[in-house]
């Protein structure tokens, strides 16, 4: 579990593939990596992976297939910047909302405002994710707790305060670009139970 307050942005220093999965290996400012272990979970771009070696700097993973094929890890370069954030500890404060780090899909950037205090930005998401979609709801991008800002059909605007484009690898999106959703799950539960209540009683 997460909380969607992205600690760092971590640098890929290596990309090994393998016949059904990729290792991966970022690296950090050493205080990021105090008290981890082998097997505990880390949220990359959002995705939530198993620690499968680690030293002072550096942190590695295994992606199989099926995360490489429904998450933007697949498209990671040697070089590239990914959001970092550990995993919630019992007595955390909860920043933004409640991760899993399991990721419902990808979205693509369609245009980016820059200015010089603001940054905005609209996306499509895919339409099996619409009706977990809601102006003022929260949404995970590449990991990162947000608030969406206004709703046209499939597409969503976000917009971003200067601290969350200095902390995460947001700033750096531009159109044609992919980021991992995560809907926020509340939203689900409640959005599922009233479709089943309504299809109950035939409406």
Request: glycine share 8%; aromatic share 6%; proline share 2%.
């Amino acid at each position: 579990m997460f909380t969607g307050i992205v600690q760092t942005k971590a640098n890929v220093e290596s990309l090994t593939d393998k016949s059904d999965f990729r290792h991966l290996t970022v690296s950090v400012e050493p205080h990021h990596l105090d008290g981890v272990q082998l097997g505990a979970s880390i949220a990359i771009n959002g995705v939530c992976l198993t620690v499968v070696h680690f030293d002072e700097t550096q942190v590695s993973f295994d992606v199989i297939d099926e995360t490489l094929r429904l998450t933007n890890l697949g498209e990671l370069k040697v070089g590239s910047e990914v959001n970092f954030e550990r995993s919630l500890r019992v007595g955390d404060e909860i920043g933004g909302h409640y991760v899993s780090g399991h990721i419902h899909c990808t979205a693509s950037i369609l245009d980016v405002e820059v200015s010089e205090h603001n940054w905005s930005a609209w996306l499509s998401l895919p339409q099996a994710q619409v009706p977990y979609l809601f102006a003022k709801g929260f949404i995970a991008v590449n990991g990162a707790s947000l608030t969406v800002g206004q709703v046209k059909g499939n597409q969503f605007s976000l917009h971003l305060i200067p601290e969350t484009l200095r902390l995460t690898n947001l700033a750096e999106l531009k159109p044609g670009d992919n980021v991992n959703i995560e809907m926020d799950q509340q939203t689900i539960t409640t959005v599922t139970t009233v479709e089943r209540v309504l299809a109950a009683r035939g409406q």
